[in-house]
């Protein structure tokens, strides 16, 4: 069984720009000029969703979430 396809979330109301998540899952986010976080892989690929449950472990300010991919963006990329 796959597990469904899901994102990388960033809540930049919360996000204070600690960098921790960069630091600890370069492949899934960079810092961008600002030092906020910019998610490079969308959906996240199924052999790093380890390295994304990290990113948002250790976010202080659970700025980050995983969520499921809404089939309307799937359908999209299918065209
Ligand atoms: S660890 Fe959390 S607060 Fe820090 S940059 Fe990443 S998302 Fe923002």
Do not use: F, K
Not at 5 to 14: C, F, I, K, Q
């Amino acid at each position: 069984m796959t597990t469904p396809p899901v994102r990388l979330v960033v809540d930049r109301g919360a996000c204070a720009g600690h960098g921790m998540c960069y630091a600890v899952a370069p492949i899934l986010v960079e810092s961008d000029e600002q030092g906020d976080p910019v998610v490079l892989l969308d959906p996240i690929p199924e052999d790093l969703l380890d390295d994304a449950d990290t990113a948002v472990s250790v976010c202080p300010e659970r700025a980050l979430s995983l969520m499921p991919t809404a089939p309307s963006d799937s359908e999209d990329r299918s065209r």
